[in-house]
């Protein structure tokens, strides 16, 4: 598995299977993660509110406490003094019983959004409706198996390879199993999957909005931001200021990462302002040749499209897997 990024026009291959690199810069990617595979448990917070008027269709919310995904978003009244203020009408998706929701809420409020992670694990048995998974580190945890066509196609794909890799996904202290290598339902729920994707990846181009606005104060560390018009993975962030008259009105100090040259941005904002943030989205493709530093992918309708390979340690660790396996499974992440 190797990854590649792109945001704001710009794409690149940042990772493979095993790099440590997956784990520290990739979509709700945590470094807890493992320690909550093995522990079952997370100290960190669940959700962090977010207003309104900057949530979107395929990104996140809380509804009657419940971690859901928008499938729908549309702005209701707000013109004239007599209709009062705009509201936010949403449709969205439990991701774990994909029960729907409904909910209205003002512009300018602001909504809980939920922490969403997810892991990459090996399926190794199946037992009495319960699927034990392994880390990486060698680490076990028990899962109920999926119900539905799911777990029936993991079922028969278990029985057929003896060995799967699934992906877990953890929200509100809940974690279920949600896909499998290959599966349909890793398109559809997974952190900013996007039916455009497969066009983008075609054209190489994108008729949506790169980014969208967000108040300063609703960023948090392991999130992303435009810095100097560049898509960052905030590293810091403190407030400071804001007691007392004299001091003026608080802001939010920012270090962040540049996604794609690495290269680290400070930023001091108005704590009550808003900023833009890339658009993060993902799709799985076949690395099926490597020439001249170029690399050759294939989405599943059978498009290709050339990126160019990583410099340095990555680049040499894919050309030597790709030299011993022949083919490789990438996840690209638009931002």
Known sequence: LVTVVSAVGEEAIVAMESSSLLQQHLVEEDPELEADFESGTSARSQT???????????????????????????????????????????????????????????????????????????LISIEGGDA???????NTKEYKMPDGDLGKEIQAKFDKDGELLVTVVSAVGEEAIVAMESSSLLQQHLVEEDPELEADFESGTSARSQTYPQQASALRKGGYM????????????????GRGRKRGPAKIYFK???????????????????????????????????????????????????????????????????DKDGELLVTVVSA
């Open 132 to 138: 034990m998974l392994k880390s990486q580190n060698g």
């Open 226 to 241: 435009m810095i100097r018009d560049r898509p960052c993975l905030i590293v810091q962030k403190s407030i400071m200021g």
């Open 48 to 122: 962090y509110p977010q207003q309104a008027s900057a949530l979107r269709k395929g990104g996140y919310m809380m509804i009657r406490d419940r971690p859901c995904l928008i499938v729908q978003k549309s702005i209701m009244g707000g013109r004239g003094r007599k209709r009062g203020p705009a509201k936010i009408y949403f449709k969205a998706v439990d991701i774990f019983t994909q029960q729907t929701y409904q909910d209205l809420v003002p512009t300018l409020s602001n909504v809980d959004v939920p922490h969403i992670r997810r892991g990459d694990y090996t």
């Open 256 to 322: 962040a990462v540049d996604i794609f040259t690495q290269q680290t941005y400070q930023d001091l904002v108005p704590t009550l302002s808003n900023v833009d943030v890339p658009h993060i989205r993902r799709g799985d493709y076949t690395l099926i040749s490597i020439e001249g530093g170029d690399a050759m992918l294939k989405s599943q309708n059978g498009n290709t499209k050339e990126y160019k390979m990583p410099d340095g340690d990555l680049g040499k660790e894919i050309q030597a897997k790709f």
